[in-house]
């Protein structure tokens, strides 16, 4: 079927249900409410449902834009790449050990990330639609596992400013896969590869000015 015909039929099964799924930034934002109990993620969890997998990857990859202490992206990367390693072996429902599962993410920080990234993530939410998604699709979202597990290895390098690039793209890769656009993920890949070549250059010219002092 093609993008035009999937578009139209989601429109109408719309209609029949009378329902209208929330945004991701809308459930992100409700639950950044001062007056509400810190969530659990798998408070999160079941709030994404079958989302999951892209409102994490948003999530988790957005939170790297918020001024954090030094080793908190250890702290975030760690469920990524529990995330996308899931994505990246075929998983259709993203599993949750317990202790991650009721780890609890402060209001205050999701009304950061909020802050930071929602009215771009608002934006994108209402570009983004179905288009451009190549098939098989189980092969595709396999290929875009691997590819943001990568991206969560480099999250995880407790090196300052380097974790920024590779969160921002596996935080595009998840609107991508949240709502089959092909453009999108094509944006995400850029931005990857573009981090990469940062990280790089970062990381030689480091190596370089060590070498110096040897």
């Known amino acids: 079927m093609s993008p035009a015909g ?5 429109r109408s099964l719309r209609r029949k249900s009378g329902k209208r799924q929330a945004r991701i ?5 409700g639950f950044s409410h001062e007056n509400r109990a810190e969530p659990t993620i798998g408070d999160l969890s079941l709030a994404f449902d079958t989302r999951a997998f892209g409102a994490f990857f948003i999530l988790f990859g957005g ?6 202490p030094p080793g908190a992206s250890l702290l975030f990367g760690i469920p990524l790449i529990l ?4 994505l990246a072996i ?3 429902r993203l599993w949750l050990p317990e202790r991650i599962r009721h780890t609890r993410l402060s209001p205050d920080k999701i009304a950061l990330l909020m802050a930071k990234i929602g009215p771009w993530l608002r934006r994108i939410e209402r570009l983004a639609r179905h288009r ?24 995880t390098i407790p090196f300052p400013f380097t974790n920024m690039m590779p969160g921002v793209s596996i935080a595009i890769a998840g609107v991508a896969i949240t709502a089959r ?29 060590i070498l110096q002092f040897v």
């Open 6 to 10: 999937l578009s139209n039929l989601r």
């Open 25 to 29: 930034s809308a459930i992100l934002r």
């Open 63 to 68: 939170l790297n834009l918020v001024p954090l």
């Open 83 to 86: 995330f996308t390693f899931q």
């Open 90 to 92: 075929g998983r259709h």
């Open 132 to 155: 451009y998604w190549p098939n098989p699709e189980r092969l595709l979202l396999s290929v875009v596992g691997w590819y943001c597990f990568v991206m969560a290895v480099l999250v």
């Open 181 to 209: 656009d092909g453009l999108w993920l094509l944006g995400a890949l850029i931005v990857g590869i573009i981090a990469v070549a940062v990280l790089i250059g970062v990381y030689g010219a480091a190596a370089f000015a």
